[in-house]
């Protein structure tokens, strides 16, 4: 390479190259313009539409311009789970299928058809089988035979919605067996009288005004939030010699609430009567009498007893006053418990029936007695002292 070559002049070589680059920008840069502009026709869906040259398929939903719509995201029982969370729209153009970043030139006929539906996935899990309990006898007293035992199952079910397609017992649940029992007769024909859902403005002390006349005492099952709002009624309960027992916080049917709930229902219950008599109360009913495992179990651990009925007239039906006297009367047996109702409702059918079941009762022989002296005395039977 001579010097000459090295030393020509630059600028006049590369001069045209740069004016040809910019000549290809500024061409580039127009076909973009030109492109961004021009509209062609295509057929969507059948219909007639005009596009920007270059589309891409995927847009014409963004647009509007065609209707299919995603799948969804459905449980295995085909119920939606999120709308729109399925497939996408497939797209064919002239007859074949495309991607959704495949662009239009003008004159393609393009079909849109809806995503398909997207199942759920199913995953395998073991998991607890409920303890199921067994009830025998008919007496008010419950008392706990066995407690059972937990069974697992290993079960396929939708990740989302839980539902099972297949289940197959690994280990059965021992059933809990409660039996109710009814205590024997000792020192004569005991009866213990019940009166759940109060405090209650007017019947209660209608109903403490007749025990007292007939000086016989009872059990009352009051709701905690009830005390705090008749504390005076309360205190007169146990003024009078009666026994004042757990019926829960507000009344909730324990069966359907959780653990946590079941808990807190009986120790606030609890708690509410204890604010007022200054005693944890001993003896729990469930409203309804709705007993499970979980029921049981908080309840023994609150330190309470828990107790039925043997003689249910049903008063809170409102029946006629007669029949619901003659029901209790004709029914009651020794050991026996009766469950009328001093609150949630008008009880003027309880009141007036209660007039006639006190002498009519103990003109039969009956002594009344409260679930304390009742469960004593059974105590002692068991015990060979009756
Ligand atoms: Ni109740």
Not at 196 to 208: A, F, N, Q, V
Not at 219 to 247: C, D, I, S, W, Y
Not at 327 to 353: M, S
Request: net charge positive.
């Amino acid at each position: 390479m001579s010097r000459y070559e090295v030393q020509r002049p630059r600028r006049a070589r590369v001069a045209l190259p740069e004016a040809a680059a910019a000549a290809l920008v500024a061409l580039a840069a127009l076909a973009l313009v030109w492109q961004a502009f021009m509209r062609v026709g295509v057929t969507v869906d059948g219909a007639r539409r005009t596009v920007t040259v270059g589309m891409a398929v995927a847009d014409l939903l963004a647009s509007g311009l065609s209707e299919a719509r995603p799948g969804d995201l459905v449980a295995l029982d085909g119920t939606v789970l999120l709308p729109g969370g399925g497939g996408r729209p497939l797209a064919e153009v002239d007859g074949a299928p495309a991607p959704p970043g495949h662009r239009l030139r003008g004159g393609e006929r393009v079909r849109l058809i809806d995503g398909a539906d997207v199942t759920e996935r199913v995953i395998s899990a073991e998991r607890p089988i409920p303890i199921p309990v067994s009830v025998t006898g008919t007496g008010p007293l419950v008392r706990l035979a066995s407690t059972g035992a937990v069974g697992v199952e290993a079960v396929r079910l939708g990740e989302l919605s839980g539902q099972v397609v297949a289940s197959e017992t690994l280990q059965p649940a021992v059933p809990m067996t409660v039996v109710r029992v009814t205590p024997p007769p000792t020192g004569g024909k005991l009866v213990a009288l019940t009166f759940d859902d109060g405090p209650w403005p007017e019947s209660t002390e209608r109903i403490l005004d007749i025990l007292a006349k007939e000086k016989v005492p009872a059990t009352f099952f009051v709701v905690g939030k009830r005390v705090a709002k008749q504390p005076g009624l309360v205190r007169r309960m146990v003024r009078e010699g009666h026994l004042v027992a757990n019926h829960t916080e507000d009344h909730r049917v324990l069966t359907l609430a959780d653990r946590n709930t079941v808990r807190r229902q009986i120790r606030q219950g609890a708690n509410s009567i204890k604010a007022v008599t200054g005693k944890w109360p001993r003896w729990f009913r469930p409203p309804g009498g709705y007993l499970d495992p979980v029921v049981l179990d908080e309840a023994r651990k609150a330190n309470e007893r828990l107790v039925l009925w043997s003689v249910d007239p049903q008063d809170w039906r409102r029946p006629r006053w007669k029949k619901l006297a003659a029901q209790v009367i004709e029914e009651t047996e020794p050991g026996g418990v009766v469950l009328l109702h001093d609150g949630g409702g008008d009880r003027t059918a309880t009141v007036k029936a209660l007039l006639r079941i006190v002498p009519r009762l103990k003109r039969k022989g009956y002594r009344f007695v409260t679930l304390d002296e009742l469960e004593a005395a059974e105590r002692r039977a068991a015990a060979g002292e009756g």
